[in-house]
C-alpha cells in the first residue's frame, strides 16, 4: 500500500493531467480550506481578546482647546482601523473609580480599561477616592496613562499627578514654525520618523520635569527659535516634547503636540499616537529599559 504522501503526489499529478479531482483530493482540499478557516476564526478570536479599551477624558476646567475633540475622535478612529482597540470618550471623570456599587445603567469603572487618555485642563472634579484609584491603576495594576498636550496643565494641586505625568506646563514661549528633533529612533512611536522634522506649534515649557526621570522621545531644536523670549525660563535649555516614563508597574505616554487640529491630522503624529496607545496599553513589549 502506497503512502498518504505519495497518493496526494499521485492525486495532484491526475488534476494537473485534466482529468477530473477525485473525490480523495477533494476532501483533503476541503478539510485544508476548513483548517484554515478556523486558523483565521482563531486569529481573530485571539485579536478579540487582545482588543484593548482606551478611556478618552477631556474634561477642561481651564484653557477650551478646540482640538481636544478632535485628538479624541482621532484615537477613536485610530482604534477602529487598526482593530486594536476600543475607545470610550468622556468629558467627565466619572468613571475614574474603583468603586463598584455605581455600575448601574451600562455605567464603566476604570479597571474595565487598559488605558487612561487626558486631554484635559485645570483642577478636575475628581474626589480622593478617585484619584487614589487612576494612581493604583497604573502604579499597581500596570496599565497605562496616555496624556496629550494640556494633560500637563492640569491637577497642579495634586503632585502625584505631575510626578506620574513627570511635568506641568510652564507656559508656551513660541507659537510659529519650529524644527523638532527626534531623539530616541528606536522607540515604537518613533522608528518611523526621520531625525528631525518641521512643524507649525504652540510649544510648551515645563516645570518640575527632569529628563532623568523619563525618556524622552522628541525635543525642541532650540536653534530653530529665539530664547530671548521673555516666558523663557528653563536655563538648561531643555525643552523636550514627548516622553515615555514608567510608574510603578504601568506605562505614562506623553505628547505635548496637539493645540493645532493640523498637528493631529499629520499621518506621522498619528502613527506616533497609534504606536504609542499600542505600547501603553501593554500590546507593544518592551520598552522598560529605564
Ligand atoms: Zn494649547
Known sequence: MRKPAARAFAAISTSFSGKAIPMRISRVLGTLFLGLAVCASLEAQQLEKKKRKLLCIGDCKGFQHDSASHAMATLWKLGQESGMWDTYIRTDTEWLTKKKSNLGYNAKNIDFFDAVYFFTTGELDMDNEQKAALLAFVRDDGKG?????????????????????????????????????????????????????????????????????????????????????????????????????TYGKGRVFYNALGHREEVIDRPDMQKFMLEGVKWATGLTPGGKSF
Request: charged letters at 25%; glycine letters at 4%.
Open 145 to 245: 496613562f496616555i496624556g496629550q498636550h494640556s494633560a500637563t496643565d492640569t491637577f497642579y494641586q495634586w503632585p502625584q499627578y505631575g510626578e506620574m505625568i513627570g511635568g506641568y506646563f510652564d507656559n508656551h514661549p513660541w507659537h510659529r514654525q519650529v524644527r523638532i528633533r527626534v531623539e530616541d529612533r528606536e522607540f515604537p512611536a518613533t522608528k518611523h520618523l526621520p531625525a528631525s522634522f518641521e512643524i507649525f506649534e504652540e510649544i510648551y515649557q515645563f516645570k518640575s520635569w527632569s529628563r532623568d526621570k523619563c525618556r524622552v522621545l522628541l525635543s525642541l531644536d532650540v536653534a530653530s527659535v529665539d530664547l530671548n523670549n521673555p516666558v523663557v525660563r528653563r536655563t538648561d535649555k531643555d525643552f523636550a516634547l514627548a516622553w515615555v516614563k
